[in-house]
């Protein structure tokens, strides 16, 4: 599993960077599950982990930050 | 009771269903919003069920800051359809419920029948004595029905074996899926290369008829399984049955109007005729009737009841007609909130359980590896032909050791067993507490309303020479009708009982602490202490009868109360909190069943022995003058030899006696119904009801210890078997089909065991 989040919405999957689950950026777009944050494109499985990466997207993008899933 | 600390009041517990969860993130977002809410004091939020149960002080927070905390999580609640968990819901969610397991079992039938009868066709196909048409053709003609099977009636298996292994885990369904896939891939191999097989020295020969068999049998055993386990649930649906469809209500002006059960709310007027079912609970107004409560209470005689009584919804008037108000409705009434306890007990998790779960989790991947290794072992050091003994080998060990009978064995005894007691008056809070009091060695009962009544009530009547019972209380209960003292209510009911106390009355006075005085059909009718008779210089009497009376009726807890008419002393009640009938037969028989029975009560010495007495407690097991902490220490004390001790008490006073115990044992009448302190609720409150729990206690925990034994008998047994243990000696090898109909047969015969308790005592 990786932390990186997949910065590619054409390659069909996209992972989380708050929980690590694998989502379909289509899905996460038309859902408004999406952030674009320092150029890059991130999104999310549910609203939670949207917020919570809103709240603090450095913490989730510390390489030494371990999906809780 | 001890004070408590600020202005706390006992926690609540809500449910609150969660939409929008996908992951262990969201999970941990809304507990932890949830957790800093003020006033919250547990959370378990359950992404499976998308549920959040929260335990909170009601006094410092509600639901609607719960709904709000969550939404600020970024999730929603789910609105409450109507009025939520009713009796009406519930019926409309059952019927639902019906109708989705019966198309379920409507498919695994089609799909069982449909596996057997393909498979059938090939067996035939394959071992018809020809020699016309070769193997490798026969192999093509088969391939398509098998393959088809594979697809549409192994699916289940397969989806439910990926679900499992997303999760990192392995089940029932994994066995099976790899199981037939071993045999059907294989089969496709020999078939698609049969020069590959022949080079290996081998003939070209196929399983499909192995995987689909298997399948077929298994889907059969599915099929039993859930038509028995339809019926684990019929407990609930009786009670859920037991309810009215509809109510008279009251319009001031007008004929009543009939009204759905939905429509009717709390303070409504509704009018309860001869023979019907009451349709919520309430206090009679107007009216009297007898009120057969045996449906909830297990109680066989119907109780009488006057206005100012409170009556249960779903329990049966039987002659009179009469008016009451509605107090609770919905969720709210009695039913509805028994019906909530059952299914949380029958959803919960036995102590002995735990352990099963465990077991089974090892299990799975340890046939694996077993499996694994027999098919080296044959492959290896087998006989000839090599590759057919370690496939059949293989399959063998994966379908016959699915540890469905071991899941089955706990959670299917627990619902029949918390189901047939509930139907008896029984309520377990939960499966900890149904297994816990077939352990029960000491049962100490407290006095007021567990052995007794709880409530004053005219237990004797005697008359001066002269006169006649019925008249002294139908002049004596007349008078008492407008008064509020317990005592004078007493009394009244017991004339209502007998018809009596209705005459007209005029010039009613209430004497403050002794009595009452009114003309009653012109006679001046006096009714209350000794003193109030000295004060008015009549004399309690002269008559020997009387006096005899009042002589062996005085002490032991009873209260007297004169009656003089006209001035002179006409006769006296005896008020006392009578015995319950049962009660000596219900310590009789806890004692001869070898339980040791105590009596702990905060009354005088004299009442309590006198009750020890009557119902046959010995004098060294009983305890009067205690207060609520200091029973608490005593079943502190019964405990110290390792005992487990059970307290049967009225729920409300003995709460700490209650929590200490073992098994706290509530008596639940009325209102009281459902009492959430205790670990167990006899509805109705026969005392007899202890040990009838505890004989169901230990036949539900006897049927669990049979259907564990048998479940892991049967895989200890027949796993090596399956490996080829007997090959060696006797050249037995087991088939696969075989092994899946055991498989089967072990399913369904420990859902059968179970299903036994629906008749227990």
């Known amino acids: 599993m990786t932390n990186a989040p997949d910065p590619d919405p054409g390659s069909g999957t996209a992972v989380d960077p708050v929980c690590g689950m694998l989502v379909d950026p289509s899905v996460a777009l038309a859902r408004n599950l999406h952030v674009r944050h320092d150029n890059r494109d991130f999104y999310f499985c549910a609203r939670g982990c949207k917020l919570d990466f809103e709240e603090d997207p450095g913490h989730y993008l510390d390489p030494g930050y371990k999906p809780s899933m | 009771m001890t004070s408590k600390p600020g202005p706390s009041a006992t926690p609540i517990e809500i449910v609150l269903p969660v939409v929008g969860m996908t992951c262990a993130s969201c999970v941990n977002r809304i507990d932890r919003f949830l957790r800093k809410t003020d006033g919250v004091i547990e959370v378990n939020v359950n992404l499976a069920t998308e549920k959040a149960t929260v335990r909170f002080d009601p006094v410092i927070v509600g639901r609607p800051e719960l709904v709000r905390a969550v939404d600020a999580a970024g999730y929603e609640v789910r609105p409450e359809t109507g009025l939520g968990h009713t009796a009406q819901s519930l019926e409309a969610e059952l019927t639902a419920e019906d109708a989705e397991r019966l198309a379920e ?88 290369f049969p020069g590959v097989v022949h080079a290996a020295g081998l003939a070209p020969e196929t399983y499909f008829d192995s995987a689909t068999i298997i399948i077929g049998l298994i889907l059969l055993g599915r099929w039993l399984e859930a038509r028995a386990k339809g019926r684990t649930t019929d407990a609930i649906r ?168 071991m899941g089955l064995a706990t959670p299917t005894a627990i619902i029949v067993g918390t189901g047939r007691a509930a139907e008896a008056g029984i309520l377990f809070r939960n499966a900890e507490a149904l297994e816990q009091a077939g352990r029960v060695e000491v049962v100490v009962f407290d006095k007021t309303g567990t052995l007794t009544a709880g409530k004053p009530t005219v237990v004797d009547i005697a008359s001066a020479a002269g006169g006649d019972g019925s008249t002294l209380l139908d002049l004596a209960a007349s008078a008492e009708r407008g008064s509020e003292h317990p005592i004078g209510r007493a009394i009244v009911a017991r004339g209502h009982l007998d018809e009596l106390g209705f005459r007209p009355v005029s010039g009613f006075a209430s004497l403050a602490g002794h009595g009452v005085e009114a003309d009653v059909d ?72 070898g339980i040791e029975v105590w009596l702990v009560s905060g009354d005088q010495a004299a009442t309590v022995a006198a009750l020890a007495q009557a119902v046959g407690i010995p004098a060294v097991r009983t305890r009067a003058e205690i207060q609520p902490a200091g029973k608490a220490a005593i079943i502190a004390e019964l405990q110290a030899g390792q005992r487990v001790v059970a ?93 899946a109909g055991a498989m089967a047969v072990s399913s369904v015969s420990v859902v059968t065991n179970s299903l036994r308790l629906r008749r227990a005592a």
């Open chain 2, 522 to 593: 012109g006679r001046r009718v006096l009714v209350g202490s000794a003193r109030l008779l000295a004060d008015r210089a009549i004399a309690p009497s002269a008559d020997p009868s009387l006096i005899e009376a009042i002589a062996t009726a005085g002490g032991a807890g009873r209260t007297l109360v004169f009656v003089a008419i006209d001035g002179v002393a006409a006769g006296i009640l005896v008020i006392a909190d009578p015995i319950r009938p049962e009660s000596p037969e219900a310590v009789a028989t806890l004692t001869a069943a």
């Open chain 2, 105 to 192: 079992q409507r498919t695994l039938l089609v799909q069982s029948v449909g596996a057997i009868a393909v498979a059938v066709a090939i067996m035939a196909v394959m071992f018809w004595p020809q020699t016309s048409v070769p193997l490798e053709t026969l192999n093509w003609l088969v391939l398509v029905p098998a393959t088809f099977i594979q697809a549409w009636g192994g699916r289940r298996f397969y989806s439910a074996a990926w679900r499992a292994a997303r999760h990192g885990s392995a089940t029932m369904d994994t066995l099976v899926a790899i199981g037939t896939s071993a045999a059907w891939a294989y089969s496709v191999f020999a078939t698609v």
């Open chain 2, 238 to 405: 009786r009670l859920v049955g037991l309810q009215a469809k509809s109510a008279h209500r009251i319009v001031a002006g007008a004929p009543d109007e009939d009204v759905p059960l939905e429509a009717v709310e709390p303070g409504d007027l509704l009018r309860v005729r001869a023979g019907e079912t009451i349709p919520v609970d309430g206090i009679l107004v107007e009216g009297s009737s007898s009120v057969d409560a045996s449906m909830l209470t297990g109680e066989a005689m119907p109780v009488g009841v006057a206005p100012g009584a409170e009556v249960i919804g779903a329990t049966r008037n039987t002659t009179g007609s009469f008016v009451f108000r509605a107090t609770r409705v919905g969720r709210d009434t009695a039913l509805a909130r028994i019906v909530e306890l059952v299914q949380r007990a029958q959803g919960s998790k036995a102590p002995i359980e735990r352990i099963t779960d465990r077991v089974i989790e090892v299990f799975v991947p340890a046939v694996l590896v077993v499996a694994a290794a027999t098919f080296v072992a044959w492959l290896v050091g087998g006989p000839e032909p090599r590759l057919t003994f370690a496939l059949t080998a293989f399959i063998s060990v994966v379908v016959i050791a699915c540890p469905c009978a």
């Open chain 2, 647 to 739: 307290m049967v008490g009225d729920g409300i006073n003995d709460a700490p006696a209650l929590a200490q115990a073992d098994i706290g044992i509530a008596i639940g009448t009325g209102a009281e119904i459902a009492v959430e302190a205790s670990d167990l609720t006899l509805v109705g409150g026969d005392p007899r009801g202890v040990l009838r729990a505890l004989g169901l206690s230990r036949q539900t925990i006897r049927v669990i210890r049979q259907n564990l034994f048998w479940a892991f008998a049967y895989n200890v047994v027949l796993i090596p078997v399956a490996m080829g243990a007997l090959f060696p000696g006797f050249g037995i090898l087991l088939n696969p089909a075989i092994a």
